[in-house]
């Protein structure tokens, strides 16, 4: 894991990149009917896995393309045929070239069974798709009605859950406040993070969704403010999840760090579900953003300046079988080392 390039300013900012996830049945679909006829929203293209799933129909297509649509609305819509990475790239070629219109973000939807690793390594790591595109946010359905079955029983909905950075639930309408209620604290448990907010039939403001971006929120951990607990375990108790954060108030050794990171993804890699965080380093005035999935390592990237007056390390990990104490241990010693 190289050292961190000093942040400079981009002729042209990369477009942002999210992913809306869910399991079968959570409310993808309506979630992104609502949104995609939301007026702030016209600045996006959506990549599905066949028109017919999120109910175009319903959409008021004005304009057939060669093998995407654009809405009334002005978003611009395609299908995933084949690879990813191909998709976004042909995608924004036809951008550049003024083919479509110039989309400023871009929404994935996966399947209810997808595991949203594979999106999010081609997000992160894969040149052809970093050249242009930043992966800003991953936005998981969670259905308020048969979520804690789900959840317990479909390991794919639980890592769904602990990956994302926006927890939305559907169906509170049709759920009981005690429902709700231990629905939230099964998400809480699987994802220590990430907020949970409530779409009404579907509906959502864009702002909540898409906004601030994952740089800026590493370090509004919750239970990690001055003079907080500084670790916030939960164990999510089905198979395996569990989610922490490490702070270090002393700046870090990058290097040291670094090796840490690339050991503990080589080894650990598939119960290394996610991480991410800001650190302070040794020698920069400026924080180093750090991201993860299973065994890929994001570049890290400085940031401009610190979010806030909190200037200590916050990096949250979302693991399968890797205890926060064994975790911390081996941390404390490669620092130290």
């Known amino acids: 894991m190289s050292a961190p ?24 679909t ?9 007026p702030g929203m016209g600045d996006t293209a959506v990549i599905v896995n066949e028109f017919g799933e999120i109910g175009l129909d319903h959409l008021l297509i004005e304009t057939a393309l060669d093998s995407a649509v654009l809405l009334k609305s002005g978003c611009l819509c395609c299908t995933l045929r084949g690879d990813l990475v191909d998709t976004l ?19 994935i939807e996966t399947t209810g069974l997808a595991d949203p690793a594979p999106i999010l390594h081609a997000l992160m ?23 804690l079955g789900q959840l317990a029983e479909h390991y794919e909905s639980a890592k769904q859950a602990a990956v994302a950075d926006r927890l939305v639930l559907t169906k509170c309408d049709l759920a009981s406040p005690a429902g709700i209620g231990a629905v939230t604290a099964r998400l809480r448990a699987l994802n220590a993070t990430a907020p949970i907010l409530r779409a009404v039939d579907g509906a ?18 919750p239970g990690t403010e001055p003079h907080a607990h500084a670790h916030g375990a939960h164990d999510g108790h089905h198979h395996g999840i569990s989610s922490f954060v490490l702070v270090r108030d002393e700046p870090l050794p990058w290097p040291a760090l670094a090796r ?20 302070n380093v040794q020698g920069r005035s400026r924080p180093v953003v750090i991201h993860a999935v299973q065994h890929v390592l994001h570049p890290p990237r400085e940031l401009s300046d610190w979010p806030d007056g909190d200037r200590r390390s916050k990096i949250v990990f979302i693991t399968r079988a890797i205890g926060e104490a064994a975790l911390e241990k081996s941390f404390r010693a490669a620092v130290a080392a």
């Open 30 to 38: 309506t979630l992104l009917n609502r949104l995609l006829r939301h």
């Open 204 to 221: 959502i403001e864009p702002d909540a969704l898409f906004g601030p971006s994952t740089e800026e929120r590493a370090s509004r951990v």
């Open 125 to 147: 790591a894969d040149p052809a798709v970093t050249r242009h595109y930043r992966m800003d946010h991953v936005i998981t359905t969670v259905d308020a009605v048969n979520a």
């Open 89 to 107: 790239a042909s995608l924004y070629d036809r951008r550049r070239r003024a083919e479509v219109p110039a989309f400023r973000r871009v929404l």
């Open 260 to 279: 840490w990171l690339e050991s503990l993804a080589s080894l650990r890699g598939p119960d290394l579900l996610r991480v991410k965080g800001i650190v």
């Open 5 to 28: 390039e000093p942040r400079a300013p981009l002729p042209n900012e990369p477009i942002g990149g999210s992913l809306i996830t869910g399991f079968l049945g959570s409310g993808k």
